[in-house]
């Protein structure tokens, strides 16, 4: 089964940074959009950041605006999400999934995405 391996994750404090990184074993990410989703407790699923395979262009939520930057390393099939300025409220399970309908990112339609994987925890907290 084709799965998508999130990690990175961890507990950080309030401001600080923490980068994670997924990659999907036995799947070719180059020529699909690949996004991070993350789901806080409590919450549904949410899409967070996209990039495209086509011309690494990027989406970003608004409340991720400015404080995370996506990249991709088609060469070696790593998606990352670098995570500066954290705040509590970004306490959540990020995901990683793949676009396997679109090369460039039109915005974060969860049904779009496949492949999700376990998940890493990121806890922002004092």
């Known amino acids: 089964q084709v799965q998508f391996v999130e990690s990175g994750g961890g507990l950080v404090q309030p401001g600080g940074s923490l980068r994670v990184s997924c990659a999907v074993p036995g799947f070719t990410l180059d020529g699909y959009a690949v996004g991070w989703f993350r789901q806080a407790p409590g919450k549904e699923r949410e899409g967070v950041s996209c990039?495209?395979?086509?011309?690494?262009?990027?989406y970003y939520a608004d409340p991720v605006k400015g404080r995370f930057t996506i990249s991709r390393d088609n060469a070696n099939n790593i998606v990352a999400l670098q995570m500066n300025s954290l705040k509590p409220e970004d306490t959540a399970v990020y995901y990683c999934a793949a676009n396997l309908m679109r090369s460039r990112c039109s915005g974060l339609v969860e049904h779009e995405f496949s492949y999700w994987g376990q998940g890493t925890q990121v806890t922002v907290s004092s």
């Open positions: 990039i495209s395979s086509s011309d690494g262009s990027q």
